[in-house]
């Protein structure tokens, strides 16, 4: 499952100090509402993408929130700017157990070792957050259960189609922002919107997870399509170079989505993540900069 792997950020050096701290008072707000709602241990999965949901969903909607300095688990010494609108990040917050729940259960599938090991041990804890977040918003859990089933098969057959691989991971996304809107129209603006995200998402993770996939024999459509069991530094700059245009495209149609979504509040943040910060990390994860790992990094490079 390719969905919250933090690839949805800013670029930094192009935003004003005050817009930095709107976003990252957004981030530990939705952090902080995570915690309120379903406990401690989830927060520490909190990917900048949900931070960029939030942001969508108060910006749409026209809503507005206060900051306050707070301090809390992950920097208990450091008192931080923090987003105290409820209204605003409750839905990133809900979103993300559903999201963190079909991972969790997808690594226990499909992974190995270690990674069974946690994702195994997780879902217990976990699974009461799902069940209280899948009653509140039944249909977003519905879908992404569908998906998940589809992605599944696909692994399975091992399938050679950026495309059809892509899908899944899209119809999440879609319905992630399909919740967001207020009428049908708006629905199936925001839905377009999270599929072309979710096509760029599952494009750039593939890519990323390319060489870890290769050495372990995981499923991966880049891999698949090539026709390789091994990655030489050529390999990976041949099939880098073949994803640019999917990837292009992708953020194409992402743009021309976004244009149309209606946007209240926050736009020049949100301008920076779509026209700027995407394609900072995927030419990142092309050149293998990108630190896919530490959520409190967001890069210069």
Known sequence: MRTLFGYVRPYKPFMRVYEYEVY??????????????????????????????????????????????QRCIAHPLVKRNCAVCTEGLEYAAYASIILLFHKLNDDKSDGRGVKKLVSSAG??????????????????????????????????????????????????????????GEDAVQKKRLGSFGYFLGRFIYLTDALDDLR????????????????????????????????VFSVNMSLGLLADAYCKCNIVNYRPILDNIIYLGLKNVFKQVREETFHKRNKERIEFK
């Open 212 to 243: 870890g996939d290769a050495l372990k024999g995981r499923y991966n459509p880049l891999l698949c399509r090539s026709g390789l069991d091994k990655l030489s530094d050529e390999d990976f700059k041949r099939i880098a170079d073949s994803t």
């Open 123 to 180: 879902i217990p804890f976990i699974t009461s957050a799902y069940i209280k977040a899948r009653k509140k918003y039944p249909s977003l859990a519905a879908k992404v259960e569908k998906q998940m089933r589809a992605q599944a098969e696909l692994e399975k057959e091992r399938c050679p189609s950026i495309d059809r691989a892509c899908e899944p991971t899209a119809r999440i996304m879609q319905a992630v922002f399909f919740e967001l």
């Open 24 to 69: 990252r008072s957004v981030y530990c707000g939705v952090c902080k509402s995570i915690a309120r709602e379903f406990g401690e241990l989830p927060r520490f999965t909190l990917s900048y993408d949900l931070a960029f949901l939030a942001l969508m969903d108060m910006s749409v909607h026209g809503i507005r929130f206060e900051a306050e300095q």
